[in-house]
């Protein structure tokens, strides 16, 4: 599913491809005081999440708990959490599980996009509905897939901006970036898992592939729905 509406935000400032991503954090949230980040806290949202820091970004981390993330996932989230206590971590569905009633237990095997649907992507458009932010601090960027490809830092998201700060960060970039700043990265990025969803749809990436690449592998699927699909942010 190749994400539609990527289109740059005329009205932004002309940030070029060497633009510093703390400043343009720094641009979007002095303009848009209410800005939100959504993360799954991958290695770009970990990266994304330091990067605001220095920005003076003290919104609102938002994450999804599905019922089916992986506990290394989970303690990721804990260990930010504590490292940045001036932004204010929010779970949403907090304590899912898959025998919750919210889906059948095997929906995810017989039809992913309706157990991200209801999983992921409901309670996420829920909560924006409620607070309504005028803008989405992201973590996505070109290299991960080539349906991302053309990313821009600001992107028009009609009556909601989104602003991607890392939109033309490498992996080794990202890689090198939390090396040095000592980031608590998920452990299963260093055994393949290059980009970490649930654990009944995620596998290690093979040489080769894209980081996403071991999202819904073999499923015809490649986004849960948040960033594409008549649902999307």
Partial sequence: MREVGLHPDASAPAFGPDTDAVSII???FAVHPDLTMPSAFNLNGVVLLDLAS???????V?????GYHFPETLATRDALAARYPQMRFVTLNAGATPDD????????????DACCAVRKVSPLQNHLKAVNPSALLNARSREQTGDRADIPFVEDGGSRRKINPLAYWTRERLEAYAEAHGLPVNPLYH?????????P???AVKPGEDSRAGRWAGKGKTECGLWAGENRL
């Fill in 101 to 112: 009633g919210q889906t059948p237990e095997t929906l995810y095997a017989s039809d992913p």
């Fill in 201 to 203: 749809c995620t596998r």
């Fill in 62 to 66: 938002l994450f999804v708990d599905t």
């Fill in 191 to 199: 055994d393949g898992f290059l980009s970490v969803g649930c654990w």
């Fill in 26 to 28: 720094g641009w979007a």
């Fill in 54 to 60: 220095k920005a003076g970004y003290t919104g609102d």
